[in-house]
């Protein structure tokens, strides 16, 4: 029984350790980013592993376990800009909103998201479509 709980403490903190900083945090935990400009990270590829890869894996297939996380490669609901501009900014269900990230910093990992993976959108987003979700 000792040797059980033990493996589980473990297991729990092993998890802790595994997911890359920033991997799935709420709003309460990124509010030291309520200022976009102090969020160090302003291009695709750096803010998708920084926030976004915790969750939907380094290649974007997504992940099945505690949670279902979808997979962003090859993911046909990319192909409306509109979608994953609403998820990053609002979020949905499972999905936190990363409403403190500029709409510069949703512009690249948008763009970023949709190019890479499996994506050949080849409509960029733009800061007026950010705005246009914010508003």
């Not at 709409?103 to 499996?118: C, K, L, P, S, W």
Request: overall charge neutral; proline content about 6%.
């Amino acid at each position: 029984m000792r040797n059980r709980i033990l493996t589980a403490v473990l297991s729990l903190a092993l998890c802790g350790l595994a997911a890359p900083a920033g991997a799935q945090r709420t709003d309460a935990q990124t509010s030291d980013f309520a200022d976009a400009r102090s969020f160090p990270y302003k291009n695709g590829e750096q803010l998708y592993h920084a926030i976004c890869q915790g969750c939907h894996m380094p290649d974007g297939k997504g992940a099945t376990g505690a949670g279902t996380y979808p997979a962003l490669a090859a993911n046909p609901n990319l192909e409306a800009g509109a979608y994953p501009i609403h998820m990053i900014v609002n979020g949905q269900k499972a999905m936190p909103s990363f409403h403190y990230l500029s709409d510069e910093q949703v512009v690249a990992v948008v763009n970023y998201v949709r190019t890479h993976f499996g994506n050949d959108y080849k409509d960029p987003v733009t800061v007026e479509d950010v705005k246009g979700m914010r508003q």
